[in-house]
T-cell receptor, first 111, second 115 residues
Framework: KQEVTQIPAALSVPEGENLVLNCSFT??????LQWFRQDPGKGLTSLLL?????REQTSGRLNASLDKSSGRSTLYIAASQPGDSATYLC??????????FGEGTQLTVNP | EAGVVQSPRYKIIEKKQPVAFWCNPI?????LYWYRQNLGQGPELLIR????????DSQLPKDRFSAERLKGVDSTLKIQPAELGDSAVYLC?????????????FGPGTRLTVL
């Protein structure tokens, strides 16, 4: 059974800092990996999708990497802003389009 | 382009009452998912549809939960009767179902409180 772990569970940083969120998974036989953002009381917003054949994806200040062999992914956020405050969820896609989620990292960026 | 639409956004019911949630996916997305998210946890898949067919319902508690997607577009998830432990956010997602490029897009969710 695929298990996804996100570390740290919570992170508080000052505005402007670069930061890294970590995601690890137990079964390397994945189709893809998605990073989501969830604001309080809201649904999930897709940030980045990395296909199994890719090593990284970039969107604006966000960069996500994937290392299937070690079962790890990182989400790098450059020059963090208070508006980046949210919970970030990592989800691993396996055969049959099933996503297995981690429990998320709650990020607070302080002005 | 409109995103995934869900209604209602909030629902409060007494235990043993029935409840239903509705979802309209992104236009053209053949695959529809229902997830349940408990407080402080990531979402867990309940059921996945490919057009009208439920292709993965292994996590759906079939004694009290049912779902349908009659015309392969919008979908309804029902709980009857509801229990206290069903309090959660119910999320609907859709995708175009294209292998490892299959990106899932989520609706705002329905927050269910069972008293």
């Amino acid at each position: 059974k695929q298990e996804v772990t996100q570390i740290p569970a919570a992170l508080s940083v000052p505005e402007g800092e670069n930061l890294v969120l970590n995601c690890s998974f137990t079964d390397s036989a994945i189709y893809n990996l998605q990073w989501f953002r969830q604001d309080p009381g809201k649904g999930l917003t897709s940030l980045l999708l990395i296909q199994s054949s890719q090593r990284e994806q970039t969107s604006g200040r966000l960069n996500a990497s994937l290392d299937k062999s070690s079962g790890r992914s990182t989400l790098y956020i450059a020059a963090s802003q208070p508006g980046d405050s949210a919970t970030y969820l990592c989800a691993v896609g396996v055969r049959g389009s099933r996503l297995t989620f981690g429990e998320g990292t709650q990020l607070t960026v302080n002005p | 382009e409109a995103g995934v639409v869900q209604s209602p956004r909030y629902k409060i019911i007494e235990k043993k009452q029935p409840v239903a949630f509705w979802c309209n996916p992104i236009s053209g997305h053949n695959t529809l998912y229902w997830y349940r998210q408990n407080l402080g946890q990531g979402p867990e898949l309940l059921i996945r549809y490919e057009n009208e067919e439920a292709v993965d319902d292994s996590q759906l508690p079939k004694d009290r939960f049912s779902a349908e997607r009659l015309k392969g577009v919008d979908s309804t998830l029902k709980i009857q009767p509801a229990e206290l432990g069903d309090s959660a956010v119910y999320l609907c997602a859709s995708s175009s179902g294209t292998g490892d490029k299959d990106e899932q897009f989520f609706g705002p969710g329905t927050r269910l409180t069972v008293l």
